[in-house]
């Protein structure tokens, strides 16, 4: 008689081990999310915090409600606040004055050592060799002037050239001279713009003061440029209504 053969138990299979996949996939895309939106609120958390400096009853220059251009903070109305705060907040509404122009991916602002730096190549203020402003793009800087005559702190204009030598038909004796008259051409517009004489200031450094090499033409063009320089005159660590 043949023995008799023991049913071996049907083999299970897991159908649930793509759980843990799928988990662990949500898992890393909600991470990515959460980055992409820490990355793209980092400014308005870091803008919210100086301003909040601004919030003793007087216009912060981050006011978003307001219907102008450039939103002036009346001198007489400044409540005190650090010097590096006043620099950061007069980057940020200059940065709103050249966004969508042409002039925003050329124009550099820098806050540097408690002074703000509006860093302008030649090239986007003069054509080669001249010293009057191209008359197509007076507008923004007319904008950027009336900004700035509502920020307390003397403002000096200062031209740079590279170590090119001038043309022979050069109306300028050398590089200083051309520095200095094109720093000039600059700051009358400041002034016609309100800002005060009082506050100005004019130097031309001619080919002294590089920011890159003069080896190169892209190098000779960074350093062809007008700073407009805000500080304050005073070592004092904060800044008071007049």
Known sequence: MAARRE?????KIKTDGWVTTFGDLISLMLTFFVLIVSMSTLDDLTLKDVSSSFSTGAISVFDNASNTD???LPIQEQ???TLRE????????????????EWQHKVKTLVVDDKFILRMPNSVLFES???DLKQQDIEILKRLARLLASIPGDIRVEGHTSSETLP???AFPDAWSLSLARAASVLHVLETEGVSRSRLSLVGYGPSKPISTNSTPYGRSKN???????YQPSSKERVKSP
Do not use: H, T
């Not at 062809?224 to 805000?230: N, P, T, Y």
């Open 7 to 11: 049913k071996k138990p049907p083999i």
């Open 86 to 101: 006043l620099m950061l907040a007069a980057r940020q509404k200059s940065n709103r004055v050249l966004q969508n122009s």
């Open 168 to 170: 022979e038909n050069s």
């Open 79 to 81: 409540p005190e606040v």
């Open 129 to 131: 060799g001249q010293v």
């Open 70 to 72: 450039i939103d002036l």
């Open 224 to 230: 062809q440029r007008v700073d407009i320089v805000l």
